[in-house]
């Protein structure tokens, strides 16, 4: 299987800047898309920021032009540079992949989720 660990979490005071990441280990065979997710409380979780094995990259409105999202291959890990952080980025922040498992590549592909990470943005 495939476990995600994220790190890189914490206190920030408004202005400031983050960088979180998220390891993937275990029996991988593949992973295609990786991606940042958050839930703050009482809201449902959104997509942050997405980005495919070849390097293309997605990201939510809200995040646009603050946040980069990048990732190592080699060592199956995605990052989320947080610049310029606002308030309303404070949520649990999750890491996402799209990984195929094992060793034969036959699968099943499955989605794959991390612990979360907490970012608080509060001066």
């Known amino acids: 299987q495939v476990q995600l660990v994220e790190s890189g979490g914490g206190l920030v005071q408004p202005g400031g800047s983050l960088r979180l990441s998220c390891a993937a280990s275990?029996?991988?065979?593949?992973?295609?898309?990786m991606g940042w997710y958050r839930q703050a409380p009482g809201k449902q979780r959104e997509l942050v920021a997405a980005i495919t094995s070849g390097g293309s990259t997605n990201y939510a409105d809200s995040v646009k032009g603050r946040f980069t999202i990048s990732r190592d291959n080699a060592k199956n890990t995605v990052y989320l540079q947080m610049n310029s952080l606002k308030p309303e980025d404070t949520a649990v922040y999750y890491c996402?992949?799209?990984?195929?498992?094992?060793?034969?590549?036959?699968?099943?592909?499955?989605?794959?989720w991390g612990q979360g990470t907490q970012v608080t943005v509060s001066s």
């Open positions: 996402n992949a799209d990984a195929l498992p094992g060793t034969t590549g036959w699968g099943p592909r499955g989605d794959y």
């Open positions: 275990g029996s991988i065979f593949s992973i295609y898309a």
